[in-house]
């Protein structure tokens, strides 16, 4: 279906023509679009960001319709705002923001701070402070705040266990690195000093990609949880026998 033209989509494609698009939600919207090919995500300029017609036309390059990155798009802007951090292009933090519109009652949040339990299998610790409303388990966050015309929640987290390894492999290598060059200065890095270099960059390099392997696949699913929290949450906001 050619972009813009006749089909459920259509519309949507017109409107959101201007709609720019960070690169935490570039990457939603094309995890949305397909399960089975992603393009490889582009470095944005600061506070520039993709349009719709933009991340359509990267996703035929990759054999994704059109249609399928409206749909996506559309679905991603009604569960809210994609955020997160990165470190050398990888996904360190992951996020998510939505406003609501409205005031949570006690009841509404009484059962989020279940589904947090639930969905991330962690207990949590559940606190206030005046309109702010949190459940925090190590670094996963979740608030209720005030937001444009009623309450907003927002979830982030980042995985701690990751960077320590990254920067204790950065450290190691960047260790071996002053070493060798000490050696090479002063007494020479000879055959028996150079295994204590090797060994020492190979635990940095092992440490590093032990940390960095596990992000993708760890962001992807804290990404999908919090997807799946806040869905829950609309659709018990939108069901007609919800006490409130």
């Given amino acids: 279906m050619p972009c813009g033209g006749p089909g459920p989509y259509a519309r949507y494609s017109r409107v959101m023509t201007e709609r720019r698009y960070t690169e935490p939600e570039v990457a939603d919207i094309f995890q949305r679009a397909t399960e089975t090919a992603a393009p490889e995500r582009q470095r944005l300029p600061t506070g520039e960001g993709m349009t719709l017609a933009e991340l359509q036309e990267i996703g035929r390059e990759v054999g994704i319709a059109p249609e ?133 960059t190979a635990l940095g390099i092992s440490a590093f990609g032990l940390g960095a392997a596990r992000l993708p696949g760890w962001a992807k699913r804290r990404r999908s949880q919090m997807e799946s929290v806040v869905e829950r949450l609309l659709a018990a906001a939108n069901r007609p026998d919800d006490t409130r």
């Fill in 68 to 200: 399928l990155v409206a749909s996506a798009a559309a679905a991603m802007d009604r569960g809210g705002q994609a955020t997160g951090r990165s470190v050398l292009g990888l996904p360190i933090g992951v996020g998510r923001t939505v406003e609501l519109g409205r005031q949570l009652s006690d009841d509404e949040w009484e059962r989020l701070v279940v589904d947090l339990r639930e969905t991330f299998d962690a207990k949590g610790k559940v606190s206030r402070d005046g309109a702010l409303r949190q459940w925090t388990n190590g670094n996963l966050h979740a608030y209720i705040e005030p937001g444009d015309g009623g309450q907003r929640l927002r979830m982030r987290t980042y995985n701690g266990t990751a960077r320590i390894l990254m920067i204790l492999g950065a450290g190691y290598v960047g260790f071996a690195g002053v070493l060798a060059a000490v050696l090479t200065a002063t007494s020479g890095l000879t055959a028996a000093r150079l295994p204590g270099v090797a060994i020492l």
